[in-house]
């Protein structure tokens, strides 16, 4: 039985940015992430950020993951093990993780969720066929891996996720022929789509998949128009030769070991699912477990490092440690928050943090 | 953008080479090397290639080195490893 302060599960920019908070006051913090990189989503992504400077606004993603990493690693009293799934949370308070092909148990004072969501699918004939990917998957081929995803593609889902990979798939010579959108408006900056409408790519409102075709792999892809009650019209139909169709229509938490620890739940739409009941300082219904990043609702990965911050915040004033400042420090990243989800998606993410805060 | 690949190296596939750098997972070494299909649904027997390519959704299932249902697209790659197409559920040796 490993006995630590923290266990962090998670070694996103959440995840990180807790670590680095946590760490700096002394306290032992084990982190755990079951990939063998840290870095989370961030590594694949090659776009600046937007934000503020606090938030590493200007910086591309993978830069600020190395930058969170290399803060994280410098602090002899964070621990951070790769490759290491946490598997399951007892009732005594016992975490147990397959560290490395060992199983471990873990009993930590507190323990900070970001686990991060996952690209969510949507249901259409074909959609199992290999070529129909999460937006993710041909972003981690082609900026992880350096491998060119497809020929030619067609994304469905405008919002930043769907335009911002759209360009990063012209930037590796991939033809983007579609991007379809079901609703009436882009989802995303308008900015992002300027860029592809600039590169004469078409954006399609109104537009979903009617069917994706092939046998052993994707070889088209039919899209047409949609009613208002989201229901196909026939005759409106336009099929486009694709080997891959990306669909990047949003994520979902993953809440597993939330549920399983007993926290209570919230089916909250505009945070992508499920999520766990909290308070402001992101306390779940169990006392010592606090959550941080998609986990706690879906949002962009600024607003994941500032919560991070907080998280790792609570958990130390959890711990009882008093740090000077603390209040301060707690009004900034508050602050931080609302102003990043300032604006049009912002009012979506409020109204669903409304829900699940207590 | 800078990719840093690691040595070239290989294993099999349902008995035939496939060549890769060490730092990559089965599922992009098999990618790169134009394998679209990797696993095959248990009921219907469809096709089934790279979903999530991060470890959740576990649509690329296959067998490395004797072990069923591995998610290859979290396995690194190894020289000499043996991967294998998986038409059922898989079975514990």
């Known amino acids: 039985m490993i006995h630590t302060d923290v266990l962090i599960v998670g070694a996103g920019p959440a995840g990180l940015s807790a670590a680095i908070e946590i760490g700096a006051t002394g306290a032992n913090v084990i982190l755990l992430e079951r ?49 290491a799934t946490v598997l399951a949370a007892y009732d005594d308070g016992t ?17 900070v969720v970001a686990t991060g969501a996952a690209e969510k699918s949507l249901p259409f004939p074909g959609n199992d066929l290999p070529g129909v990917c999460g937006a993710g998957a041909l972003q981690t081929l082609m900026n992880q891996y ?24 012209l930037q590796a010579n991939v033809n983007v022929l579609a991007l379809a959108e079901g609703s ?8 992002h789509a300027s ?37 196909g019209i026939a005759g409106s139909e336009i099929t486009f030769s694709v080997d891959a169709l990306c669909i990047a229509v949003g994520l979902s938490p993953l809440a597993e070991l939330l549920w399983q620890a007993g926290c209570k739940m919230l089916y909250v739409p505009s945070l992508g699912g499920y999520v766990p009941y909290r308070d402001k300082s992101l306390c779940t219904s169990i006392e010592n477990i606090f959550i941080a990043g998609d986990v706690a609702g879906v949002e962009e990965a600024s607003a994941a490092m500032v919560e ?36 049009h998606s912002g009012e979506k993410i409020l109204s669903g943090l409304s829900k699940a805060t207590l | 953008m800078d990719f840093k690949r690691g040595e070239e190296i290989v294993f099999t596939f349902d008995g035939k080479p496939v060549s890769a750098f060490e730092g990559e997972t089965v599922a992009v070494a098999l990618y790169a090397a134009n394998v679209r299909k990797l696993a095959t649904s248990h009921d219907k027997h469809r096709a089934r290639g790279i979903y999530c390519a991060i470890g959740n959704c576990a649509s690329c299932m296959m067998i490395v080195d004797g072990t069923p249902n591995v998610k290859t697209c979290v396995e690194p790659v190894r020289a000499g490893m043996v991967v294998e197409s998986q038409p059922d559920k898989g079975k514990l040796t």
């Open chain 1, 146 to 169: 350096g491998v060119k995803p497809a020929e030619n593609v067609v994304m469905l889902g405008a919002g930043n996720i769907g335009l911002i990979v759209s360009y990063q798939l």
């Open chain 1, 95 to 111: 975490w147990t993780a397959d560290i490395e092909g060992e199983y471990t148990k873990i009993k930590p004072k507190v323990v």
């Open chain 1, 184 to 191: 009436q408006k882009i989802g995303g900056y308008l900015v």
């Open chain 1, 308 to 343: 991070g911050r907080l998280a790792g915040l609570s958990a130390i004033k959890h711990l009882g440690i008093d740090l000077p400042n603390q209040s301060a420090t707690e009004a900034d990243y508050y602050a931080q928050l609302a102003s990043l989800r300032n604006g």
């Open chain 1, 35 to 83: 990939s063998n990189v840290a870095g989370g989503q961030l590594i694949k992504q090659t776009h600046m950020f937007f934000g503020s400077e606090k938030q590493y606004a200007s910086y591309r993603g993978y830069e600020i993951s190395d930058i969170l990493l290399k803060e994280a690693e410098s602090m002899p009293n964070v621990c951070i093990k790769l490759q």
């Open chain 1, 195 to 231: 860029k592809l409408r600039r590169l004469g790519v078409p954006i399609m409102t109104g537009y979903t998949v009617k069917e994706a075709l092939g046998t052993t792999a994707l070889e088209a892809v039919t899209l047409w128009k949609i009613d208002e009650n989201w229901q």
